[in-house]
């Protein structure tokens, strides 16, 4: 196993020695590890022997054509990034091998080792997320539970082993996280291994529906309950009677809505709107709110009672700034499924781009760096994704904004305390355009970028916000 991701074990397969040495020499004082072998044999036999590493390989051998090794390597160790050396007359070579799925080549020469240097960490970035990403996809095989959720951070794997424990049961689990750190991730996670898992799922958000509506679609309605209500219906809870209900966003539920809430958790019971007759339903009820809900019952506007019913057993999703181990983890994860899905050979990221990815700080976590990861494959040139593949603009903008709004305040959801605390004559106040440029890149980030919902919430044209964020990219 590697033990610095940055500096693996490198198998340099070179039969001229002079060279080989120089490298060797090279590389050690880089710190990395070095082992030589002169033919391809031999360089085959230490793949056999569980070699885990990058390999350097020459295209001309004694024994063998580099070609051969490199397609033995393939088939043993299909994982290993190979990087062939090149030398004069022989770049046909290593461009056939490159298409082969070599990782890169570099001709020998003046910058050779400068060369080596950058390829050998980008190779190891990328040696580092397949056997992280392998070893994951083992662990899952092994216990079959959570395959979607990809994770290695300690603090996640808490929130796993919550899962597991919550799973078997039907009390009430309320989960809580900033948005885009898989909450519904989570909630899906619960329901498909628990008893329930071959009935519904159902996710209701309450924020997404009209206060007015939100009755009748939870609790459906009786024929004849309002104008126009030709025919009875079955609302959210009736429908998903035997499985699980997902309450997201329950923060926002109306208090006049809690209550009945309430009495459903109690007795498995409720009335439809306009109804008298009872009815009786068998729900599992996971909820998730981006909010701290407990400063919600403190102002009074969430029951505590119903508080306290919801979270029984209370699970707390980290943000991904604060688990930076998955950050390199998902990008190679979101990698692999987005160059699948667009049928484009990008197989890697590089160091620099990771850099960047490293050092940001994540305000719509996981959604937004899938969507950071999309968009880049989708720019790719070649086959490793690129600084310049990513949004670093974008990126520093978002980061600037949110700064701007938040920074004094510590909180960025928290509107009320926002308000409390940026006023004229404390040592913070936001200027008008910042918070409203902040805002919308919040409900934006909400609505996975989609403008004209964004518009419809916001109750403005689309033009608007364009012109907005035009404005805004010049300010910035
Ligand atoms: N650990 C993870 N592994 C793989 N994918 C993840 C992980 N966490 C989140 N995702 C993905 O990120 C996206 C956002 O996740 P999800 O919708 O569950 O977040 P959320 O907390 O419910 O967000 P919101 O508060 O905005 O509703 C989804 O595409 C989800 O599949
Ligand atoms: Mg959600």
Redesign the pocket.
Known sequence: MITNKEKPKVLLCDDYVKLANFITEQLSAEGFEVEWTGTGHEALQKIREGFVGVVLLDVKLPDMSGLEVFEGIRQMAPDLPVVVITAHGTVDMAVDAVQKGAFDFIPKGQDLVKRLKISLKNAAERLSMTLRLNQLEGQVRGRTTFP????ESSR?TKVLTSIREVSGSDVPVLIT??????????ARAIHSNSPRRDKIFLPVNSAGIPEGLLETEMFGAEKGAYTGAVQARRGMFELADGGTIFL?EVGELPLSLQAKLLRVLQEGKFLRVGGSREISVNVRVIS?T?RDLLKEVEEKRFRDDLYYRLAVFPIE?PPLRERGE?IVL?SG?FLKQFSRQEGKEVHGIEHEALEILRNYSFPG???EL?NIIRHAVLVAKGNMITAQDIDKEFLARREGLLAKVSDSIGERTNLQEFMKIAVPGSDYVAKLDNVVDAYIERVLE?LDGNVSKAAKALGVTRRTIYNRRKRGHKAN
């Open positions: 979607d959720i990809i994770t996640m996280g900033e948005t885009g750190t898989g909450k519904e991730l989570v997201d998730a981006n999703i998955d998902l994860y976590n996981v959604r899938r909400v």
